[in-house]
């Protein structure tokens, strides 16, 4: 049973960069299984893939986001993170982390992320 | 504008069947395997069927998942007030490579 924990500033300035990291505990880290994932909700909207990361490195990422973000993986943490760089009023969301084995099986309860001018 | 295309909203009464639709196209659902979520108010989203119609330990069985061609299903049986919530289905989309989420679908009992 994983247990994942969003952490980063709640506030971002406009055209700077998001940071956010995921704690993952209580299991395997390292299962090849597993796609560590980040999705967001702006308010009262729906839910928006932002990409992924394997256990062995490779990324998919959201086409519409592709210029701007970057997730890596810290297995000796047991984190990974998010990178969205000069966000806009249109980023703020709650961000979710998550975990793909198949589907979402594991969720992070999220972080409101706001972006102020 | 999602590429999965869901209803926004449906409605029954407690005790009643809803079914909620999800409907994409070959590059997606035709292809791919489908998954639901539920998102309570406040709360992150709870997987509910994954690979079309299985259920996850701890989803009751009152909710089921199909699929055919490019269209998903997620039925709810014996409706109760803790069901309102958003639905959302999922899935790859093969073309895009890309996950996809469906708008959302919002259930009032």
């Known amino acids: 049973q994983l247990h994942l924990q969003e952490s980063g500033p709640g506030l971002v300035k406009a055209s700077e960069t998001l940071s956010l990291t995921c704690t993952v505990s209580g299991g395997s880290f390292s299962s090849n299984s597993y796609y560590w994932s980040w999705i967001r909700q702006p308010p009262r909207k729906g839910l928006e893939w932002i990409g992924e990361i394997s256990s062995t490195g490779s990324t998919n990422y959201n086409s519409s986001l592709q210029s701007r973000v970057s997730i890596y993986v810290d297995t000796s943490k047991k984190q990974f993170s998010l990178r969205l760089s000069s966000v806009t009023a249109a980023d703020t969301a709650v961000y979710y982390c998550?975990?793909?084995?198949?589907?979402?099986?594991?969720w992070g309860q999220g972080t409101l992320v706001t972006v102020s001018s | 504008q999602s590429v999965l295309t869901q209803p926004p909203s449906v409605s029954a009464a407690p005790g009643q069947k809803v079914i909620i639709s999800c409907s994409g196209s070959?590059?997606?659902?035709?292809?791919?395997?489908v998954s639901w979520y539920q998102q309570l108010p406040g709360t992150a989203p709870k997987p509910l069927i994954y690979d079309n119609d299985k259920r996850p330990s701890g989803t009751p069985d009152r909710f089921s998942g199909s699929k055919s061609g490019t269209s998903a299903t997620l039925g709810i049986t014996g409706l109760q007030t803790g069901d309102e919530a958003d639905y959302y289905c999922v899935t790859w989309d093969s073309s895009l490579r890309a996950v996809v989420f469906g708008g959302g679908t919002k259930l009032t009992v």
């Open positions: 998550a975990t793909h084995s198949g589907y979402y099986d594991y």
């Open positions: 070959s590059s997606n659902i035709g292809n791919n395997y």
